[in-house]
T-cell receptor
Framework: DAKTTQPNSMESNEEEPVHLPCNHS???????IHWYRQLPSQGPEYVIH???SNVNNRMASLAIAEDRKSSTLILHRATLRDAAVYYC?????????????????FGPGTSLSVIP | EAGVAQSPRYKIIEKRQSVAFWCNPI?????LYWYQQILGQGPKLLIQ????????DSQLPKDRFSAERLKGVDSTLKIQPAKLEDSAVYLC???????????FGSGTQLSVL
């Protein structure tokens, strides 16, 4: 299984941007980069994913390095509700799958604290 | 759209007792996952179903854990007998297909005393 490494914890002030890094030096050419987050006492929820180009949605932005060995999840204005554990995960592209599924493996993630 | 439903929300048992968790995935989702999350760690995949069939159970302690998915819809995860180290949150997730994003339930928090 492809691996990712993330800092154990980060802090941010409320209403400031947050940049959550993820290293994935062994990424294969067609692996997608996915981000999930887990709020306290809840199951993880999908945030965003991308392949090569930067991606934006209503929750966050994903910036992917040109060599794809790292990526950054960007929360443009952190709120108290963004305090959560953020997981960076690599997933195989559908067309690469010998079967029609892949395993979704979570690491320990980054625990984000937001300071009022 | 209704989310992934899990029950019970909490369960306290003594070691060596048995326990069962239930999961109802989002309608139409072919893939169902059970994860175990120990406090302070990321979720650990226990078993993955594609419709009725098991596609991965490499991390499932098969001497005490079992799981089934009835008619490709609901699923139950059972532990018999429970050990102290089984204390964790058990999360169920589903996805429309095996390579699409996962939707998680709120989990069942198990305490084994």
């Amino acid at each position: 299984d492809a691996k990712t490494t993330q800092p154990n914890s980060m802090e941010s002030n409320e209403e400031e941007p947050v940049h959550l890094p993820c290293n994935h030096s062994t990424i294969s050419g067609t692996d997608y980069i996915h981000w999930y987050r887990q709020l306290p006492s809840q199951g993880p929820e999908y945030v965003i994913h991308g392949l090569t180009s930067n991606v934006n949605n209503r929750m966050a932005s994903l910036a992917i390095a040109e060599d794809r060995k790292s990526s950054t999840l960007i929360l443009h204005r952190a709120t108290l509700r963004d305090a959560a554990v953020y997981y960076c995960i690599l997933r195989a592209a559908y067309l690469d799958l010998k079967t029609s599924y892949d395993k979704v493996i979570f690491g320990p993630g980054t625990s984000l604290s937001v300071i009022p | 759209e209704a989310g992934v439903a899990q029950s019970p929300r909490y369960k306290i048992i003594e070691k060596r007792q048995s326990v069962a968790f239930w999961c109802n995935p989002i309608s139409g989702h072919a893939t169902l996952y059970w994860y175990q999350q120990i406090l302070g760690q990321g979720p650990k995949l226990l078993i993955q179903f594609q419709n009725n069939g098991v596609v991965d159970d490499s991390q499932l302690p098969k001497d005490r854990f079992s799981a089934e998915r009835l008619k490709g819809v609901d699923s139950t995860l059972k532990i018999q007998p429970a050990k102290l180290e089984d204390s964790a949150v058990y999360l169920c997730a589903s996805s429309r297909r095996g390579y699409e994003k996962l939707f998680f339930g709120s989990g069942t928090q198990l305490s084994v005393l």
